[in-house]
């Protein structure tokens, strides 16, 4: 069963910021995970983040140097992309932490 993928405007934003080569890799990558976006743990795609990102999981793209961040909405089959970008040292992981809280998803 596939998940819906659902954004928040800004990851929108993100992803018209990249180019077509980048946003090729980030929507396939998307399509996979949609198909069990759950953590690992649970015997899904999911890669689970720690500290103040717990509760969100991460798609990480290496050789493109992309990550993105979302959140299982598990009262539906969503996930919510919360964040879509280069890797730049902490950059991505931190702006999920403010969009997270702009939009009160830690609840």
């Known amino acids: 069963m596939n998940w819906t993928?659902?954004?928040l405007p800004e990851a929108k934003k993100d992803i018209?910021?990249?180019d077509k080569s980048q946003w090729s890799?980030?929507?396939k990558a998307l399509k996979k995970v949609s198909q069990n976006p759950l953590p690992a743990a649970e015997g899904g795609y999911g890669k689970p983040l720690s500290g103040s990102l717990a509760g969100c999981c991460k798609i990480k793209l290496r050789t493109a140097g992309l990550r993105a961040v979302y959140k299982l909405?598990?009262?539906e089959?969503?996930?919510l992309v919360i964040v879509v970008g280069v890797r730049a040292d902490e950059e991505v992981y931190?702006?999920?932490e403010k969009r997270i809280q702009k939009?009160?998803?830690d609840r």
Do not use: G, N
């Open 5 to 7: 993928v659902d954004f």
């Open 16 to 18: 018209k910021s990249l």
């Open 25 to 27: 890799l980030i929507q």
């Open 73 to 75: 909405q598990r009262t």
């Open 77 to 79: 089959t969503s996930m």
């Open 94 to 96: 931190e702006l999920a």
């Open 103 to 105: 939009y009160r998803l």
